[in-house]
């Protein structure tokens, strides 16, 4: 079984930043996309961002300009760079990776609280 571990959140003046970190336990597994989603209370859990191995990324329009998704390969590490963050994204935090083999996995979720 292959556990994802996230790190970084915490609370954030609004128009801070904070930079999340999310790696699986293996490094041995190839994986294909990875991605972060985010979940306010009393609401569905929705995409942040996606990265493809090549790089490729894809973004809510709520977040394009302010959030860079990245990623080391080697590591087997997606990062979240959120910058001009807003009140209304204090939210649990999800990354989800692709794994060959195990498909789909999440995370255990990191709390991001946006607030003076």
């Known amino acids: 079984q292959v556990q994802l571990v996230e790190t970084g959140g915490g609370l954030v003046q609004p128009g801070g930043s904070l930079r999340l970190s999310c790696a699986a336990s293996t490094t041995i597994y190839r994986i294909n996309d990875m991605g972060w989603y985010r979940q306010a209370p009393g609401k569905e859990r929705e995409l942040v961002g996606i990265i493809g191995r090549t790089g490729r990324t894809n973004y809510a329009d709520s977040v394009k300009g302010r959030f860079t998704i990245s990623r080391d390969n080697g590591k087997n590490t997606v990062y979240l760079q959120m910058n001009s963050l807003k009140p209304e994204e204090t939210a649990v935090y999800y990354c989800?990776?692709?794994?060959?083999?195990?498909?789909?996995?999440w995370g255990q979720g990191t709390q991001v609280t946006v607030s003076s």
């Open positions: 989800n990776m692709n794994i060959v083999y195990f498909g789909e996995t």
